[in-house]
């Protein structure tokens, strides 16, 4: 199972004000002055907080940057066959190749900076699925993990929301899906 701390949420700047973090705190019957390096479970962090507050959470533990980027790419496959730009869709691949060692991180990021300029470059409505999917596949190729699953989990729900799905089912496989990686 994969783990964090209140310590390490603390040190990667993930507290403040945040009811979450005092939620976390006062179940572990802590204060700021006693936090510590004892492990939590993400997959306890989802029964606690809400899903949004524990993908956060995983700025915490960037060393597992192989893992987080599998829940984004995976959130981009549902609307992968609405990309319109041939590169977001080199993009979406690559970040796979990425997570089996296929390419290194300078390749992936000249390949995010060549589809993040061409998705720039694309005028259709940003309500649009295809921008939705353009958007996601290039964000998951992002080289820097915590903005990559951040952005790869908003842009998904916001597509998937346009096929007509709602929110609480796009919540739940989200759920699913994070919990199968930190388990």
């Known amino acids: 199972m994969l783990t964090t701390s209140l310590q390490r949420l603390f040190d990667s700047g993930n507290f403040h004000g945040m009811k979450n973090f005092d939620l976390l705190m006062k179940h572990y019957g802590k204060t700021y002055h006693s936090i510590d390096d004892s492990p939590i479970h993400f997959s306890e962090l989802i029964e606690l907080i809400d899903l949004e507050y524990a993908i956060d959470c995983t700025y915490s533990r960037?060393?597992?940057?192989?893992?987080?980027?599998?829940?984004?790419?995976?959130?981009c496959e549902p609307l992968a066959c609405y990309i319109t730009i041939p590169t977001c869709h080199v993009a979406l691949f690559s970040a796979k190749k990425f997570i089996n060692d296929e390419?290194?991180?300078?390749?992936?990021?000249?390949?995010?900076v060549t589809a993040y300029e061409d998705q720039t470059n694309d005028?259709?409505?940003?309500l649009t699925l295809s921008y939705c999917a353009n958007r996601i596949a290039m964000d998951a190729s992002h080289?820097?993990?915590?903005t990559c699953i951040t952005n790869c989990y908003n842009t998904s729900a916001l597509g998937l929301n346009r096929?007509?799905?709602?929110?609480?089912?796009?919540?739940?496989?989200?759920?699913?899906?994070?919990?199968?990686?930190?388990?």
């Open 103 to 112: 390419i290194s991180i300078e390749e992936l990021t000249e390949i995010y």
């Open 62 to 75: 960037l060393d597992l940057h192989k893992i987080w980027r599998e829940f984004a790419v995976w959130c």
């Open 163 to 183: 096929l007509g799905l709602s929110f609480e089912f796009i919540k739940v496989k989200q759920r699913d899906k994070f919990l199968s990686l930190v388990s």
């Open 143 to 146: 080289p820097h993990i915590d």
């Open 123 to 126: 005028i259709s409505d940003h």
